[in-house]
């Protein structure tokens, strides 16, 4: 299984970067996710509620630690995100475009996680299924 079918193969997720701003890709991330049903939580410490969801400051915040974690952040805010990822037992991780950070994609692996850092875009293989 490569990183991508392990990644959707996960139960939780989480994502980092969601937004009410439906012409982000934090909100059009996480919309994705639950239109394919999959158990998804927002992260945003400035929001209380995304898309009538419960908004999460933090994964340490979430009730249950997601398997995989989408991330679509400045990559400054993606190493801090990455440091937490590790801290609470993520097994997958998915850079988004633009969220790329060569440090935290290191450390994560290191931590034995699954990193996808290589441009691609979660939105174009959801699409697909």
């Given amino acids: 299984m490569n990183s991508i079918e392990k990644f959707l193969a996960a139960k939780t ?3 980092a970067g969601a937004s009410n701003r439906q012409h982000k890709y934090g909100n ?3 919309r994705a996710l639950l239109a394919a049903n999959r158990e998804t939580y927002p992260l945003n410490p400035a929001q209380d509620e995304i898309e009538g969801h419960q908004a999460y400051p933090s994964i340490a915040d979430l009730p249950l630690v997601p398997e995989a974690l989408s991330i679509i952040t400045p990559p400054e805010v993606t190493r801090r995100v990455v440091a937490d990822a590790i801290a609470a037992g993520v097994k997958h991780i ?3 475009p633009g969220a790329e950070d060569e440090q935290a994609s290191e450390s994560a692996r290191e931590a034995g996680i699954t990193v996808i850092d290589d441009g691609s875009c979660i939105l ?3 699409a697909r299924i």
Avoid: E, S
């Fill in 13 to 15: 997720y989480a994502v």
């Fill in 28 to 30: 059009k991330v996480f």
């Fill in 94 to 96: 998915w850079m988004q």
């Fill in 124 to 126: 174009v293989l959801l």
